[in-house]
């Protein structure tokens, strides 16, 4: 059964830095395989990517985060990370850790990243 397991949210002022980490497990075939992303979501609206990360390393990101929001991973640990600096009370959601495997999509089940003015 695959998991995707966040954490690393909170509470910080704007212009500080978070990092988000995923931990995946139960996949079928070995982490380097997959590629991951990370969503965002705020009440009301619907969920947006923020950034992804291939299996080879390659990566895409949304504009209003391109700059200053990192995605890496490190395959040994299974897992992802999000690197946000300069954050702005915008980027306030609850980030979700998303993979398919077998065209099936599979989330984590968030961390909510609060940022005040």
């Known amino acids: 059964q695959v998991q995707l397991v966040e954490s690393g949210g909170g509470f910080v002022q704007a212009g500080g830095s978070l990092r988000l980490s995923c931990a995946a497990s139960g996949l079928t075939f070995a982490f380097a395989y997959y590629g991951m992303d990370w969503y965002r979501q705020v009440p009301g609206k619907e969920r947006e990517l923020v950034a992804a990360?291939?299996?080879?390393?390659?990566?895409n990101y949304a504009g209003s985060v391109s700059g200053r929001f990192t995605i890496s991973r490190d395959n040994a640990k299974n897992s992802v990370y999000l690197q946000m600096n300069s954050l702005k009370p915008e980027d306030t959601a609850v980030y979700y850790c998303h993979t398919k495997d077998y065209e099936m999509n599979y989330w984590g089940k968030g961390t909510l990243v609060t940022v005040s003015s």
């Open positions: 990360i291939g299996g080879g390393g390659s990566t």
